[in-house]
């Protein structure tokens, strides 16, 4: 059984900073890799980015890369999303999500439930 839990997501002003973090409990950690996604309103699930197993490889959406880092700290059992300079299309639910593969697309096998980012002027 695989479970992801995330945390972080909240209210935060145009401009902010926030960071998401996800913590995967199952078999070893570093056996995962990682990756974020958001889903607007009525619409579907769209990458953000994703780690690879070391936190040596990371595949961020052209659209956010300027703004958007993820990370991983295997001691910690946990993955990272720093986001800045947040503006009111970032908010969205944010899923963690992991996979023991490192596909590009990435393609989760696991989901999280979702944490929900509002950026607000």
């Known amino acids: 059984q695989v479970q992801l839990d995330e945390s972080g997501g909240g209210s935060v002003q145009v401009g902010g900073s926030l960071r998401l973090s996800c913590v995967v409990h199952?078999?070893?950690?570093?056996?995962?890799?990682v990756g974020w996604f958001r889903q607007f309103p009525g619409k579907e699930r769209e990458f953000v980015a994703a780690?690879?197993?070391?936190?040596?490889?990371?595949n961020v959406a052209d659209s956010v890369k300027d703004r958007f880092t993820i990370s991983r700290a295997n001691a910690e059992n946990s993955v990272h999303l720093q986001i800045t300079s947040l503006k009111p299309e970032d908010t969205a639910v944010y899923y963690c999500?992991?996979?023991?593969?490192?596909?590009?697309?990435?393609?989760?096998?696991?989901w999280g439930q979702g944490t929900q980012v509002t950026v607000f002027s």
């Open positions: 780690v690879n197993w070391y936190g040596d490889k990371t």
């Open positions: 999500a992991a996979n023991t593969r490192w596909d590009y697309p990435y393609r989760p096998r696991y």
């Open positions: 199952g078999r070893t950690f570093d056996d995962y890799t």
